[in-house]
């Protein structure tokens, strides 16, 4: 999706008081598509990113239900290392402000 627009006040009001809805979360790949805040998680986490194991998964692929709980499911190829999993933190913190009712 692209907005084309004149004047960045006007387009920060209208960034500020719309939202994203993703449906069933089929049709939103999760790395990279701007679903989130306008960006993509990819260009946000690019090393958490990078070792994912299926970059073209959609949301709903990542976000499961286990025992009667919703939560993120993410398959990386390897362990992760301290700083990526510091990096993982922080990327989870962002999406607990998410508002996600798939």
Known sequence: MQIQYRNPL??????????????N??????W?????NG???????P???NIILNK???????????????GWDFQFRRNLFV???EELGRM???LDGVNISI
């Open 10 to 23: 006007s387009f920060d009001f209208f960034k500020d008081n719309c939202r994203i809805s993703v449906g």
């Open 25 to 30: 979360g089929n049709a939103i790949q999760f």
């Open 32 to 36: 990279s598509d701007p679903w989130v």
């Open 39 to 45: 960006k993509s998680l990819s260009n946000l986490y």
């Open 47 to 49: 090393r958490i990113a």
């Open 56 to 70: 073209d998964e959609s949301l709903a692929d990542v976000w499961r239900r286990k025992e009667e709980v919703f």
């Open 83 to 85: 700083w990526e999993e």
């Open 92 to 94: 989870l913190t962002l």
